[in-house]
Every structure is written in C-alpha cells, then in structure tokens.
C-alpha cells in the first residue's frame, strides 16, 4: 500500500486535503461494510449509546480510509456541526411548538376535527393527507416535527402501534422532499441535467403519489400490525392531570399555526422555484426579504413565538408558565439532535474518504442505459455515505455528459431520467443517514426495528419510484 499523497478529498464544509494512501474502490466498500456492521453491533450487541457508537465508529472508519491525523478531528468535527446547522434549530423549535399544541389541548382539537371529518378507519389516510399538503414546500424533518403532537394524539386516542399512523405521515413527507421540486434536490438535479422544472414538479407528483400510497399506506399498515410501538412521550401528554397549560383552544387557532409555516416556508422554496425557471431574480430586494422570512428556521421561530401568544399569553397563562412550557420541550429531544448530529458526523467521514465517489465512479465505467445507470449509482452512493442529496447531485453530474449531449431525449425522457436518480437517492436510508435517527428517536424505536421498518420502507420507495420514472421514460420514448 503506497504511503503516498496521490489524491485530493475534501471536509464536509469543502476544505480540500490529500489522503494518506491509496485504496481501491473494493477495498473502501470493505471499510464502509464494516463501518456499519461494527456500528450496529456497538449499538445492538453491546448496547452502547448510539451517540457514542457513532463517533468511535466515525473515528475508526476516518484512520482507515487514510485521512490524515491532523484532518480527522476537523473532518469530524464539521460533519457533526454541519448537520445540527441543519437540524438543531428546527427540531428545537419544533418541539417547543409541537409541545404547546400538545399541552394546550390544540392536538386534541385538531384530532377530533379530523376524526369527526374522516371518521376513525380513515386517521391516517387524514393524517398523510395533510403531510402530503405540507410536505410541498416544507422539509422532511421540519414537516415532521410539526406534525408529530397530531400523530401523537390520533394514536393515544384511537390506540394501536404508532407505526399505523405515523409511518403513513412520515412517508408521505418523505416522497414529497425527495421528487417534487421546489425542494432542493430535484431542483439541483434538474438543473444539471436541463430539465424543465415545471414538468419535473407533474411528474414527481404522479411518482410521489403512486408510492406513497403502496409504500407509506399499504406497507405502513403491514408494519403497523407487526410491530406495537407505544406513543413516546417525548412532546409531554395533554392528559396529565398537573398540566396547567391547558386551555382547549379554537380550531381556526391550531389550524393558522400549523399553515403559517407552511405558507412562510413556501415564499422561500417557491421563489427559488420561480428563480430556476427564470420568473424572478433572486438579486432583488424584495424576493430576498421574502425568502428570508420563509426560511424554515426563520418561519419556525416566527410559529412558535406567536404560539405563545395565542395559546400562552392569550389565553391569560402566566409568562413563567409559557416559559416553562417551552423550556421543558427541550430536554427530551437533546438526545435526538446529538443523535442526528453524530449520524451527520459519520456520513461526512464516508464522504470525506471518497468511499461514495469511488464506488460511483466504477459503476458509471460498466456503461449500463442512462436511467438505469443513474438510479444504481445514486444508490450506492446512498447507501454508503447516508445524504440524499449528495446522492443525487453526485448521480446528476456523472450522467450529465451523456444526457446534455444526446440529442435523443426528449423533455419527459429527461423529467424521468432526474425522477429515477432521486429514487436511488433515497434508497434504504440507515445508520449512516441523519434523518433515520430522527425517525428512530421520535418514534422511540430501537435501531433494529427502525432498520426492519424505516430502512426497508425507504427502499421500497426508491424501488416504487424507479420503476414508475422507468415506465415514463419507455412511454415517452416510445411516443
């Protein structure tokens, strides 16, 4: 093994750095395979706190692909920090709105609307309806966060595992983020590869849908009979008799505060929408201003403050108990944002080592059709590094060449070419990905669990979308 500077990697946050040695893409699928398998055995076997496990696991796997001594504390460091930048804030804030609709009794309001609405069999058909809405503009973790009081409070008064209503709602936001624009990844993906935007945002609706429903509903239903998960009470319980927050708000009140971030969100992700299909500039003053307001930490924390005015001072709660109210919201998810933060860390040393990119690069060698291609190796790519969107925009620039310059693709052939990569690029989401310790933590799953429901049904999902994206490509080039 050469000792050697031979290539250029770079930290989470872009620096670049030469690795200490040279390993071929088999031996980095080793390291990654056993990463993983040494994670989950520090986890499962041993018992470890997942926070723990993921930084020795991170540490080990940074001295093994040949990053130098003096980069391993920063690469570390800025995949840790790189995705609380991300996460903390709006989980933090999160749960202090989703904590004041719970305690105030707004959860119960809105639940009994619903189940009034749709009866009791249709809760979580009502529950991804509206997680369908509000995935649109609004992000997979925020949107989650927002929602959970809601699935709390469906599943404590109509009993069953969490899994029959959360599962459902958590996909639904899942497939929204990952093929419909105006959410950053298909966006970045059309881009790279010239598609129309707008037709991409059609037919990641008639892709997102179609799974959701095989996906989110009917294998949500098969986990949620399998698998009896309790209603964690991570966001408090309404029912506690000291709880004196309590006020029994109206409707119209829990319905404004949980579409004001729906809406604020939506001047940010739809002005960059409009940006990329040339409507606006987004050097003007005023689409600025707006986009900043619908920043999701931003439109979060203008949520929750007038949710303490509205379900705390307005309802004549002393300030020292609204105060009290939020503050509590906090302690419970700590654990979850190290965790997610610590997922972040080890996905950043995965993709420092190059161990995605090596991998993409030797399956993009065998010359298999573009829209197969595209979906394996934005996969792979997934599965050993944990972003979906590095997965994508990884995927996108590698096929780029062959769909920019082919002059035989039509616009919805190249539509389905973007709607295949994000398929793969949400493929089987597991321990080296973020967002599957926000599932596991806010569903008080343990990872074995969260691997047989929440991995397995995210690859479902990249399995239901390609194959969807593969017979609109075949339609469309047969026409």
């Known amino acids: 093994m050469s000792q050697i500077m031979f290539r250029t990697a770079t930290t989470p946050n872009g620096a670049e750095f030469d690795l200490l040695w040279t390993l071929p893409p088999a031996a980095l699928l080793v390291i990654a395979g056993a990463a993983i398998a040494l994670l989950l055995v520090l986890i499962m076997q041993f018992r470890i706190h997942a926070f723990l496990a993921l930084i020795i696991v991170s540490l080990l796997t940074a001295i093994a692909s040949g990053i130098p001594v003096g980069m391993i504390v920063t690469v570390l460091t800025q995949g840790f920090g790189g995705t609380l930048a991300s996460v903390a804030l709006l989980v933090g804030l999160g749960?202090?709105?989703?904590?004041?609709?719970e305690l105030s009794g707004g959860a119960q309001v809105l639940t009994d609307a619903l189940i009034r609405r749709f009866g009791e069999k249709r809760a979580p058909l009502a529950l991804s309806f509206a997680s369908l809405m509000m995935g649109f503009p609004i992000f997979f973790d925020a949107g989650l966060v927002v929602m959970l009081p809601i699935i709390f409070t469906v599943a404590r008064r109509?009993?069953?595992?969490?899994?029959?209503?959360?599962?459902?709602?958590?996909?639904?936001?899942?497939?929204?983020h990952i093929f419909v624009p105006p959410h950053p990844g298909p966006v970045a993906a059309s881009g790279l590869l010239g598609a129309n935007p707008g037709l991409v945002l059609l037919l990641g609706l008639v892709v997102a849908l179609p799974t959701w429903?095989?996906?989110?509903?009917?294998?949500?239903r098969f986990v949620g009979r399998r698998y009896d998960i309790a209603v964690p009470e991570i966001l408090g319980n309404a029912d506690a008799a000291d709880n004196e927050f309590a006020s029994a708000p109206k409707l119209r009140t829990i319905v404004f505060l949980l579409v004001l971030p729906l809406v604020l969100i939506f001047l940010n992700t739809g002005l960059n929408f409009a940006a990329t299909a040339?409507?606006?500039?987004?050097?003007?003053?005023?689409?600025?201003?707006?986009?900043?307001?619908?920043?999701?930490?931003?439109?979060?924390?203008?949520?929750?403050?007038?949710?303490?005015?509205?379900?705390?001072w307005g309802a004549r709660k002393e300030r020292t108990l609204v105060e009290t109210v939020v503050d509590g919201a906090l302690g419970p998810v700590c654990s979850i944002i190290l965790i997610t933060g610590a997922g972040g860390m080890f996905g950043g040393v995965l993709r420092s080592s190059g161990i995605g990119t090596a991998l993409a690069d030797s399956l993009d060698a065998i010359g298999l059709p573009v829209i197969v291609a595209g979906f394996l190796i934005a996969a792979i790519v997934r599965i050993a590094q944990g972003s979906a969107t590095v997965a994508l925009t990884t995927s996108?620039?590698?096929?780029?060449?062959?769909?920019?310059?082919?002059?035989?693709?039509?616009p919805i052939e190249v539509a389905a070419i973007v709607l295949s990569l994000a398929a793969g690029s949400v493929f089987a989401g597991h321990v080296n990905d973020s967002g599957f310790w926000l599932v596991s933590k806010f569903f008080g799953m343990d990872t074995k669990t969260t691997l047989?429901?929440?991995?397995?049904?995210?690859?479902?999902?990249g399995i239901c979308g390609f194959i969807i994206s593969s017979a609109i490509f075949l339609v469309a080039g047969a026409i």
């Open 396 to 410: 996108a620039a590698l096929v780029q060449p062959i769909v920019l310059d082919s002059t035989s693709f039509n």
């Open 278 to 312: 040339g409507w606006v500039s987004l050097d003007e003053v005023w689409v600025q201003a707006l986009r900043l307001l619908g920043e999701t930490p931003v439109a979060l924390l203008i949520t929750v403050v007038l949710g303490m005015a509205l379900l705390g």
């Open 95 to 101: 749960a202090m709105l989703g904590r004041m609709l």
């Open 213 to 220: 429903y095989v996906v989110g509903y009917h294998f949500g």
């Open 452 to 461: 047989k429901t929440w991995t397995v049904g995210q690859a479902l999902v």
């Open 158 to 176: 109509l009993g069953g595992s969490l899994l029959l209503y959360a599962f459902p709602a958590a996909t639904a936001f899942s497939v929204m």
